[in-house]
């Protein structure tokens, strides 16, 4: 076999930063002569990056690489690779790797650095488990991954320090640190002279950009900066903590070209009592005032936000503050779960765990006020043009086309079958209806 016949299938489970994390895999990858395939069974190397932040996803995972031992029976020269946070959970790999002996590569997230040498060790045949404790790693891995890719996320900063309570993110990620402005600007810039329309900046906490490390650049000021790169059509940016909400950072966002008109800003829960047993650091008041601010000065910017039930201790009466506040703020979408234990947490220990079903009773109640919710949002755009940024063919029917408008709101239309690649063109979508999570329309100008 010669390196280009080699395929690398590559799977990401969890956030933004863990598919990220799986781009810089597959570029190193790609460097001993792997070529992508997007078929597991013609595979020779499979790698996964996972996610341990719920019980749920950990399960998910664990069956997926179950799944694995049947191709690796077929195959004996499959390579697997486990990869990401849940391999970084403290005593975790221990077990996993004695529940999954056919995977032959397990490595958490501190030592990605190593990847390259990991999985040469590998591929030549070696057993390869390696675990370190945090480092303080701040380099992009593989920067130039994502090049010539229409949509590409730049980590801006790594780890968190927040330690809200129910979390196992700093754990897994390590202390806070920042990169270096000048070199998120440099493959800010490389991306987009390469194609890169559609920017999204990561970060556990984007609004602390700096200040740790002490920079004089902060996120309102780097946000100001990269809006500024040619090239860019559109920029985002996760997360946004509450309480580091810059009223700087709002004045940027109104006053920017490319900065997309939307913010996630998770609130979590909306009682008092609930937010500092978090360690969330704001109140419920404190969040009602940052998205007062923001309507103020910028008032197209539209919100998603994350929320947590059946927190330890949560009373009916604190679940109704985080009914009150998805009513009264207007989220055009929610990432609503149920709290998962994650050993070594705090949360994890604190009394008066809630029972499963009072926890599935209140996320089926807060599910049905946000998807009204959304979807009165998008019936609001039923008659308007929208300005939509074409992603490629949509998932559910490969003859409609699939993009965003500014506000993160999926748009599907009829391709106009002028055989025209509309792929990355800004396009204006009439839009005719509504549904909970997307709106459907019709083609109405190129722009
Ligand atoms: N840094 C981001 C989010 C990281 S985790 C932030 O602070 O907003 C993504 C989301 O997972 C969180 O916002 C939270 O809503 C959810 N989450 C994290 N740990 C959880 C747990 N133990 N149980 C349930 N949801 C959890
Ligand atoms: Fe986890 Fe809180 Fe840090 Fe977000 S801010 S990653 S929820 S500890």
Not at 234 to 246: A, C, E, G, Q, Y
Not at 264 to 269: G, S, T, V, Y
Not at 342 to 358: K, W, Y
Not at 424 to 439: F, I, M, N, P, R
Request: hydrophobic residues 35%; charged residues 30%; contains cysteine.
């Amino acid at each position: 076999m010669t390196d280009s016949d080699r395929k690398v299938f590559i799977q990401a489970f969890g956030c933004q930063m863990s598919v990220r994390d799986s781009d810089s895999l597959r570029s190193l990858a790609e460097d001993y002569g792997y070529v992508e395939t997007k078929e597991p069974s013609e595979a020779d190397l499979i790698l996964i990056t996972t996610c341990c932040v719920r019980e749920s996803a950990e399960r998910k995972i664990l069956g997926r690489i179950g799944e694995l031992k049947a191709l690796k029976d077929r195959n004996p020269d499959l390579l697997i690779g486990v990869c990401g946070c849940m391999v970084q959970q403290p005593d975790a790999v221990r077990s996993y790797s004695k529940r999954a002996p056919h995977v032959d590569l397990w490595t958490g997230t501190f030592d990605y650095d190593q990847f390259s040498h990991l999985l040469k060790r590998a591929m030549e045949g070696e057993k390869v488990i390696r675990v370190s404790p945090d480092t303080s790693g701040r380099t992009e891995l593989a920067p130039e991954a994502q090049k010539g890719s229409l949509k590409a996320s730049v980590s801006i900063m790594y780890g968190c320090d927040n330690y809200c309570a129910y979390c196992i993110v700093p754990y897994v990620r390590g202390r806070e640190r920042s990169r270096d402005p000048e070199d998120i600007l440099g493959q800010v810039r490389m991306l987009a002279a390469n194609g890169c329309r559609d920017l999204t900046l990561l970060g556990q906490n984007v609004n602390s950009y700096g200040i740790k490390d002490g920079f004089k650049t902060d996120f309102a000021d780097l946000l100001k900066e990269i809006d500024a790169v040619t090239g860019l059509e559109r920029i985002w940016f996760v997360t946004s903590h509450p309480k580091d909400l810059s009223d700087k950072l709002i004045r940027v966002m109104a006053e920017s070209h490319h900065v997309c008109e939307h913010i996630h800003l998770p609130f979590q829960a909306g009682s008092d009592q609930v937010l500092a047993a978090m360690n969330r650091g704001y109140t419920a008041r404190d969040y009602r005032e940052r998205v007062a601010a923001i309507r103020r000065e910028a008032p197209q910017v539209t919100l998603s936000t994350d929320i947590i039930v059946g927190f330890p201790g949560e009373t009916e009466e604190d679940f109704q503050g985080t009914l009150d506040l998805v009513e009264q703020v207007g989220f055009t979408q929610a990432f609503t779960f149920m709290f998962s234990k994650r050993s070594g947490t705090r949360a994890a220990e604190l009394p008066d765990q809630i029972p499963l079903e009072v926890k599935r009773e209140r996320l089926s109640r807060l599910m049905e006020v946000q998807n009204r919710k959304s979807l009165e949002w998008r019936q609001g755009l039923v008659g308007k043009d929208v300005e939509v940024l074409v992603e490629g063919p949509s998932k559910k029917d490969a003859r409609r086309l699939m993009g965003r408008t500014r506000g993160n709101d999926i748009v599907v239309f009829e391709d106009p079958g002028t055989g025209q690649d509309l792929a990355g063109q800004l396009v204006h979508v009439h839009v005719e209806k509504a549904k909970s999570w997307t709106v459907s329309g019709r083609l109405n100008t190129l722009s």
